[in-house]
């Protein structure tokens, strides 16, 4: 096959151009998928906590829902930021907020993430 020779040089061309673009979708959907796992593990733990609070008449949940972070993630997925615990007379909510591991020094993805139970009441017939 002959190549005339204005076209000599442009498979480099090409090459130069298309694979960084490549590379920044490729990071992109890793970096999605980070930031997609560490938002499902700070709801699990928000749930968790909120659960525990409502069992407990409305407290306890954000010492549930760290002990939760510490026994599922080591720090390698989220930076735990605060866990926030606030109950009112019927409901609780614990809020679970820190930042998630990304592929760019420097750069800070916030997560956030809540969970509302009732507070369980026992009561004799």
């Known amino acids: 096959m002959t190549r005339r020779r204005s076209e000599r040089g442009s498979a480099t061309l090409e090459t130069v151009v298309l694979w960084p673009a490549v590379f920044v979708l490729i990071f992109g959907i890793v970096h ?25 008449g409305g407290t306890g949940g954000a010492a549930r829902a760290a002990d939760f972070l510490t026994a599922t993630t ?27 591991t990304t592929l760019i020094p420097g750069w800070r993805v916030d997560v956030s993430q809540s969970a509302t139970a009732p507070i369980r009441r026992w009561t004799a017939p």
């Open 32 to 56: 999605a998928g980070l930031w997609f796992h560490a938002r499902n593990i700070a709801l699990s733990a928000a749930r968790e906590g909120a659960r525990a609070a409502s069992m407990a």
């Open 74 to 100: 080591d720090g390698r997925v989220m930076r735990v930021g605060d866990i926030h615990e606030v109950a009112d007379t019927d409901t609780v909510t614990v809020t679970v907020s820190g930042s998630s």
